[in-house]
């Protein structure tokens, strides 16, 4: 669509979907082995995997879907690809009895199914034993729920985003099994005085919340998808809120039709 005549093309900044790998704790219970698989993922080479200019690369420090401009964005922190780290933590976790394998799953067909041959290649770089599997997404994310039952170590999964940095508090849950099947009750202790707090507190401990997220790598968040717009030319007057749209209000009261 971009160049049409007859059409506005915009792509904006804001994250629709990302995709990520969630990992079942309770089988992976070793950060370290965690911290290998995220500093062993070239984010850049998954973003153009994905579409090149349509997708972001995200490292974990956006894995809460926060923009660099985002007022809850936790200074300091960048993407993380290091594959001397990565080889680092993987031989110190072989040295406590890690034997180096990890089950990738991904849907049996499609994109990700796709994707999982690459990371299975990055992974196998800094010294993974990688096994791939393909099955149906609903079994799938019924495996990574089934915590010490689990057959696979993680799996490429989507999810919709939104700007709240607390809007992935639904998988940051011992409450209920989710898809990274945690036994890990730290996430609920920071979201529950985050939930009592209120101004300068409120943004000091979300920012602690989002770095102990980020160090524990229950999950590897590895790319988004862009939101992009398209509308007819003859329409003016089309402004910013058109492309900040988070609850969908949109003032087309003011948008004008040229002849």
Same mark, same amino acid.
Request: aromatic share 10%; glycine share 6%.
């Given at each position: 669509?971009?160049?049409?005549?007859?059409?506005?093309?915009?792509?904006?900044?804001?994250?629709?979907?990302? *995709?990520?790998?969630?990992?079942?704790?309770?089988?992976?219970?070793?950060?370290?082995?965690?911290?290998?698989?995220?500093?062993?993922?070239?984010?850049?080479?998954?973003?153009? !995997?994905?579409?090149?200019?349509?997708?972001?690369?995200?490292?974990?420090?956006?894995?809460?879907?926060?923009?660099?401009?985002?007022?809850?964005?936790?200074?300091?922190? &960048?993407?993380?690809?290091? &594959?001397?780290?990565? +080889? +680092?933590?993987?031989?110190?976790?072989?040295?406590?009895?890690?034997?180096?394998? !990890?089950?990738?799953?991904?849907?049996?067909?499609? #994109?990700?199914?796709?994707?999982?041959?690459?990371?299975? #290649?990055?992974?196998?770089?800094?010294?993974?034993?990688?096994?791939?599997?393909?099955?149906?997404?609903?079994?799938?994310?019924?495996?990574?729920?089934?915590?010490? +039952?689990?057959? *696979?170590?993680?799996?490429?999964?989507?999810?919709?985003?939104?700007?709240?940095? @607390?809007?992935?508090?639904?998988?940051?849950?011992?409450?209920?099994?989710?898809?990274?099947? @945690?036994?890990?009750?730290?996430?609920?202790?920071?979201?529950?005085?985050?939930?009592?707090?209120?101004?300068?507190?409120?943004?000091?401990?979300?920012? &602690?919340?989002?770095?102990?997220?980020?160090? #524990?790598?229950?999950?590897?968040?590895?790319?988004?998808?862009?939101?992009? *717009?398209?509308?007819?030319?003859?329409?003016?007057?089309?402004?910013?809120?058109?492309?900040?749209?988070? /609850?969908?209000?949109?003032?087309?009261?003011?948008?004008?039709? /040229?002849?």
């Amino acid at each position: 669509m971009p160049g049409s005549e007859n059409l506005t093309f915009t792509l904006t900044e804001n994250l629709v979907y990302v *995709y990520t790998i969630a990992i079942n704790n309770t089988i992976v219970a070793d950060e370290r082995i965690r911290q290998a698989v995220s500093y062993a993922i070239d984010r850049d080479v998954i973003a153009a !995997f994905l579409t090149g200019d349509y997708v972001s690369p995200i490292g974990e420090p956006m894995q809460l879907y926060l923009t660099q401009d985002n007022p809850s964005y936790p200074e300091g922190l &960048t993407p993380k690809f290091d &594959t001397a780290k990565a +080889e +680092e933590l993987l031989d110190a976790a072989k040295a406590d009895g890690y034997d180096g394998k !990890f089950v990738l799953a991904a849907p049996v067909a499609g #994109q990700r199914a796709d994707m999982a041959l690459v990371i299975g #290649q990055l992974l196998t770089n800094v010294g993974f034993d990688v096994e791939l599997v393909t099955i149906d997404a609903a079994t799938m994310m019924a495996d990574l729920r089934s915590g010490a +039952e689990g057959t *696979y170590d993680g799996g490429i999964i989507v999810y919709g985003i939104s700007a709240d940095p @607390l809007v992935r508090n639904d998988i940051y849950t011992t409450a209920s099994m989710t898809v990274l099947s @945690l036994t890990d009750t730290a996430y609920e202790g920071y979201q529950a005085k985050i939930a009592a707090a209120s101004g300068e507190e409120r943004s000091a401990l979300i920012d &602690t919340y989002l770095r102990y997220v980020s160090d #524990q790598e229950a999950a590897v968040w590895l790319a988004a998808k862009r939101q992009c *717009y398209v509308f007819n030319s003859r329409l003016g007057d089309v402004t910013d809120s058109l492309l900040s749209i988070p /609850n969908r209000n949109i003032d087309v009261w003011n948008w004008v039709l /040229n002849k």
